[in-house]
């Protein structure tokens, strides 16, 4: 039970409690604190006619101002465009192999590469673009290249696909399966060789004479590969689908071969020139070999 | 706080009106007044409060001249002074660098303060001034009660220019209440508008002072005139104005007692060791005139209840109360008691800085201690301690941080790399800082990792070798992308890159990382 007295001093009413002999004045509030409250109340109906308040059925209700969180999401999109809009047409203008002659945009092309492969690449190439062996989606970050690593040939694959129905430019190569074509003891000296290209096991005559007759139009005589049909390299340490002898006699037997969809119409040019900058930067880019010295062959011509 | 509630000023007021502008000493005879109307000591009101709101009562505080007024002005200019004027110092830090001695440059995330420069890591510097200005408000608060509040606080320093500018423009503290109390006439008007139009000038001023910390100074006072400052300049000078004019104009005492969470603390901070203003009730009780005394002597105390105390208040309250909330102890009631004793004949210190510990021994007849004396007790000399501590830590720091600094990140996605000729390449993402106003060259070595050799994103694995040069500009952070390849048979292990600035002074900071393998962990 509160003990309510009057404070003798100031005359003063206490508010009834009473802490270790310390009791609490009941001294009016100032004026202005009151104003201040009211001043709350007219800010809030203010706000509530401005701005977006009340939730009804389906929405909430707009506000006088129709301002919305979406709206203002939008503008500040577009205000980053138009701030994106003048490298962008830097990047349109410049030919991707003249692109690391600019180190700054070259850096903003790069960036801007990473997040469209975030977006567009990270499904089959992984976040990490290490790609996959069980999957058989490349690395992109190795020296490793089926089709070339250099920055226009990656703008091409980009652009075009692998083994792309109904794109014209797209790459494409098919390796043969040799089901029946070889019998176990074959099979085992040819994979064999396969290995040895790489210094994984001991070359065998049988397996060269095999490789020889069935591979090497393709592959090359020394397993070097044929980046004009895609054909893989074998003399390396890198297997796209992976290295052990079951892996290689699955991949002889009934080979598969990756598809990569094409972007042109569905990612405009300058966005396919950034990720192929990007894509260049992960570690493994190649030089560009300028062959245009010899006004036959064009720039623009690939396999 | 100052309750009106019990004690009726008007008879003080009405008085004062009679007798504007009156000398100090003229008090002893208000004072005479006063108590003719006013007993000190009613009886308690028995009515109880109705109200829940109360009318502020304007604090007219008056003019008073003394030690600690004038401690306060000199401490109000000092501070005004650095506050203003530091912008406007310039230091040379090269070509690189900007030339002004105090600035904080959000944009590059450089805060420059005359010979240090803080970089955003090392914010712990901020974080160690701010602690430093929290236990020091603690040791003065436990030495001297609430002095920062009572001389350095920018609500008290402020707060005093525009009680000043309103004795300027109005007079002192009974024309004020005077022309408070008129009815409104053009003159009035007029008045008001002059006065609160030199208020803007000082909110305005004092918002333009604000901004000149985070530009440079002379361009940002150009750019502004002409109207091409950054929107920001001009909002945070708008808002500045107007808390300045709102707080330091208008709320004034308010702010100190029902805003400022620092009395609440205080009450905490204080203990009975700690000099505080106090009024020696003991001398000064009863209360009575000078003629009163004179007719019955040793009926009265010294207190003649001339009120002076409160009038020179700036938070308006009545320190013979007893120490309170509303008290910003900067002692100008002192000053003012000290001036009315000396009229009087009575020795001065009837209100004075005391602790409540001397008070009673004071008041048992024992001898008054010099006040410095409270100043050193074993709570002080911790805080000091901690204080002091915190800031040889900070200048130690300060001393021994180098201007080179190395971080690595290296990739964890992929973790390593296969490459084609069966070497195992990691990638890492390294940030070379650069503290120091000239471009520097510095190389980076790859240590303890046998065979290996790193490239770089700039120069390609053509050039691959133990070590790369890379030039970091003038105070920047260049981040490098880094390759090390191991020939095959690489296994998993730790190693260092080891940073060195190509210099007389060849800094090095080295970094251990790891170095990833295939068919390991």
Known sequence: ?303 | MSNPEGRDWSAVVDDGVTKSNEPVSSAVADAEAATRRHEPHEPPRTTLPEKLYEKRAFVHNKRIDGPFRRFKWFVMLVTLAIYYGTPWIRWDRGPYSPDQAVLVDLANRRFYMFGIEIWPHEFYFVAGLLIMAGIGLFLVTSAVGRAWCGYACPQTVWTDVFQHVDRFVDGDRNARMRLDAAPWTWGKVLRRAFKWSIYLVIGFWTGGAWIMYFADAPTLVHDFWRGEAAPVAYITVAVLTLTTVTLGGFMREQVCIYMCPWPRIQTAMLDEKSLIVTYKDWRGEPRGSVKKAAKNPDQFGDCIDCTQCVQVCPTGIDIREGPQIGCITCALCIDACDRVMKDIGRPRGLIDYATLEDCEREAAGGEPRPAWKALLRPRTMVYFGIWAGIGLALLFALGVRSHTDLTVAPDRNPPFMLMSDGSVRNSYTLKLRNMESRPRRMEIAVVGLPGAVMWTDTVGRDQAAETQTVTVAADQVRSVRAYVAVPTGASSQEFSFRLRSLDEKGEIDTVTTRFDAPGEE
């Open chain 1, 1 to 303: 039970m509160v003990n309510k007295r009057v404070d003798q001093p100031t005359g003063t009413e206490t508010v009834g409690h009473e802490w270790d002999g310390i009791e609490e004045l009941n001294t009016p509030l100032p004026r202005w604190w009151l104003w201040t409250f009211y001043l709350t109340i007219v800010f809030a109906i203010g706000y509530v006619i401005a701005f977006p308040a009340w939730p009804m059925i389906d929405r909430a209700t707009t506000g006088y101002l129709g301002w919305s969180s979406r709206g203002q999401l939008a503008e500040e999109m577009s205000v980053a465009d138009q701030a994106r809009a003048s490298v962008r047409e830097q990047l349109a203008q410049v030919p991707i192999e003249r692109l690391s002659d600019n180190s700054e945009l070259l850096q903003k092309a790069v960036a801007g590469g990473a997040a469209a492969f975030k977006v567009n690449c990270v499904q089959c190439h992984g976040s990490g673009a290490a790609g996959s062996h069980e999957l058989g989606y490349p690395n992109l970050n190795d020296d490793d290249w089926l089709w070339g690593g250099d920055l226009k040939t990656i703008e091409y694959t980009l652009t075009h696909g692998i083994r792309q129905p109904g794109d014209e430019g797209t790459r494409t190569s098919a390796m043969p399966p040799f089901a029946g074509a070889f019998n176990p003891q074959q099979l085992d000296a040819l994979v064999s060789h396969v290995l040895s290209l790489s210094g994984k096991e001991k070359p065998n005559a049988a397996g060269a004479s095999l490789f020889a007759d069935n591979c090497a139009a393709c592959h090359g005589a020394g397993g070097e590969g044929n980046r004009s049909l895609g054909a893989p390299r074998l003399n390396d340490a890198i297997w796209l689908r992976g290295s052990s002898r079951e892996a290689l006699k699955q991949q002889i037997l009934q080979p598969r071969m990756g598809v990569m969809p094409h972007w042109q119409g569905r990612l405009d040019p300058v966005t396919i020139k950034m990720l192929a900058a990007y894509v260049h930067s992960l570690g493994g880019g190649e030089d560009f070999v300028e062959v245009a010295a010899d006004p036959e062959v064009k720039v623009d011509e690939q396999p």
